[in-house]
């Protein structure tokens, strides 16, 4: 069983577009978490949410906006996509906020912005 | 300076070595320490994590963290060539809106 899932898997569009990454978690925790991996592996957060609260909201350009629709979900809406936004983008999941809880990483989405 | 620093390698040691992976970081308040494993084209996945000072030891695994020199490092014995990723130490301050600082990773190559 998958715990934490993400679609799509690949994302391949142009400059300007605007493009949305879907996850989902099973294993009924309250907080998630939208990560950024550049091509040099540096993982960095990007948000977390929790029970569909926003909690953490690093320096991000606005055209990244969060969407928790309930806790077992996170979407992450990309708008006028930028060359230097090709990453890998991880959803994870913990139990709650506190750093101390083992955080769980879906697959990831690699994004090509071309 | 960055908050933590990693050496990105890769290192490459032959099968069945011990193997040292370490980490630095600057900010004294800092009180919980992971390592995550990552293997390719995967998300990462939570390895080890010890709390303040001290050693910790799971099998093949050992996470040691020396606070005052703002150190951590984590040994791997009897090194297999499953054990080839990028590892991942990462920290957090303890309090209700914490987030994890990662650093950069090493890439890690067992040779058979």
Redesign the interface.
Known sequence: DTAVSQTPKYLVTQMGNDKSIKCEQNLGHDTMYWYKQDSKKFLKIMFSYNNKELIINETVPNRFSPKSPDKAHLNLHINSLELGDSAVYFCASSQDTVGTQKQYFGPGTRLTVT | QKEVEQD?GPLSVPEGAIVSLNCTYSNSAFQ?FMWYRQYS??????LM?T?SSGNKEDGRFTAQVDKSSKYISLFIRDSQPSDSA?Y?CAM?????????I?G??T?LHILP
Request: proline share 8%; hydrophobic share 25%.
């Open positions: 990105p919980y084209r995967k998300g990462p996945e939570l994590y709390y990028t991942l957090s301050v303890l309090g209700r809106d914490d987030k994890i990662f950069k990773g890439r």
